[in-house]
């Protein structure tokens, strides 16, 4: 039996009709032993949904409570996260406790919040 190209596949297919291609189908999958769902891609994104949803929040805070020993690691950390100039950084970090990152996700708010307390500073995550 000669080699089909994917050329002459799919012009073959353009000519059967919706139950031929049924049936194609069908037999592709006990063939092959797979199957064609072709709503398991959203049916997996609402199941991940449903566990986020069941882990807790989707935003969260990241609150400065307490600058710690070391100040200017603290701020330049700060200065990181935020974006902000030295200058705002600093008055961000001397008004602790305050807000540093609001309506982040829990894993960015790990991430810096790993970063804080390497630069000596208690954060809390709300």
């Known amino acids: 039996m ?3 190209t ?3 596949i799919i012009a073959a ?4 009709t919706i139950v031929e291609l049924n049936d194609l189908v069908k037999a592709v999958e006990v063939e092959f032993g797979v199957t064609a ?3 398991a891609a959203p049916a997996a994104a609402v199941v991940e949904e449903e566990v986020v949803a069941a882990k807790g929040p989707s935003e969260v805070s990241l ?3 307490a600058v710690g020993p070391t100040k200017v690691a603290v701020i330049k950390a700060v ?3 935020t974006g902000l100039g030295l200058m705002d950084a600093k008055k961000l970090v001397d008004g602790a406790p305050v ?3 609001e309506k982040i996700s829990p894993v960015e708010a790990e ?3 790993k970063a804080l307390v390497a630069a000596g500073a208690e954060v809390e995550i709300k």
Request: proline share 0%; aromatic share 0%; net charge positive.
């Open 2 to 4: 000669a080699k089909l």
């Open 6 to 8: 994917k050329v002459e």
């Open 13 to 16: 297919l353009k000519e059967m």
């Open 37 to 39: 769902a072709a709503g």
């Open 63 to 65: 609150v400065l409570k």
């Open 79 to 81: 200065q990181a996260i």
């Open 99 to 101: 807000a540093i990152k």
């Open 111 to 113: 991430e810096h919040k």
